[in-house]
């Protein structure tokens, strides 16, 4: 019982998400509107900004979004490309994500310490 009245508020909230968003882009493109395209973006917003509750998504949509729109006035169709070259290079330097290092700024010492040995010397 509870499970259908969390879906059925859940749906009605998505309902009134999306004729407010109707409105506020004085009309509905299937390709902008339904594309797979805002999915990738929340789980880029997610993994850029870390996996803190709320705050690493914050942190992520703002960092994305600014250097998005940026590279787009500079660059024309080349912001998707800097998005997804941003979101290999924090995914690989900082793997907790964005968050995580702004709450925790000892483990940035640390990473640069170890981005910083070189290897062994190998015959």
């Given at each position: ?5 969390a ?5 009605a ?23 797979p395209l805002?999915?990738v ?12 509750p709320?705050?690493?998504s914050?942190?992520?949509a ?6 998005e729109?940026?590279?787009a ?8 490309v800097?998005?997804?070259v ?11 994500g ?6 925790n700024?000892s483990t940035?010492?640390?990473?640069l ?7 062994p010397?190998?015959?």
């Amino acid at each position: 019982m509870y499970k259908a009245i969390a879906m059925s508020i859940s749906g009605a909230i998505a309902a009134v998400s999306g004729s407010l968003y109707a409105v506020y882009a004085f009309n509905i493109n299937p390709e902008r509107t339904f594309s797979p395209l805002l999915s990738v973006y929340g789980l880029i917003y997610s993994l850029i900004g870390g996996l803190y509750p709320i705050e690493g998504s914050i942190i992520g949509a703002i960092v994305v979004t600014i250097i998005e729109r940026f590279v787009a006035d500079y660059a024309g169709g080349w912001s998707l490309v800097f998005v997804g070259v941003l979101f290999i290079t924090i995914v690989l330097t900082m793997p907790h994500g964005m968050a995580y290092y702004i709450w925790n700024p000892s483990t940035i010492k640390n990473t640069l310490k170890v981005l910083k040995k070189k290897p062994p010397y190998r015959r």
